[in-house]
């Protein structure tokens, strides 16, 4: 096998090997979540509720703005809530 051959089957090897660790740390970390998450839980709270504000709070505010207006437009056409599609 040639050097630049042996070069690359090194390389290849540590690439896995870097990802096979941090597939490692990512379950290690789902994990921490989810024992977080249990212990909300356990204190009575709704994680449902928890989860959906943190997707809220990684939005941006206008994104954040433009969903909700788009939600209340939906609900109103469906009779859910009064709104501006019932005028």
Not at 19 to 39: P, W
Not at 46 to 54: P, Q, R, S
Not at 57 to 86: H, N, S, V, W
């Amino acid at each position: 096998m040639s050097d630049a051959h042996g070069v690359a089957r090194d390389q290849l090897r540590a690439f896995i090997e870097r990802i096979e660790r941090l597939e490692e740390e990512k379950k290690t970390i789902a994990d921490d979540i989810k024992d977080v998450y249990g212990e909300a839980k356990g204190t009575g709270f709704d994680t449902k509720i928890l989860k959906k504000v943190i997707a809220l709070r990684k939005k941006d505010e206008q994104e954040r703005l433009e969903e909700e207006a788009i939600l209340d437009t939906y609900l109103a056409a469906l009779g859910m809530i009064e709104g501006p599609a019932e005028a």
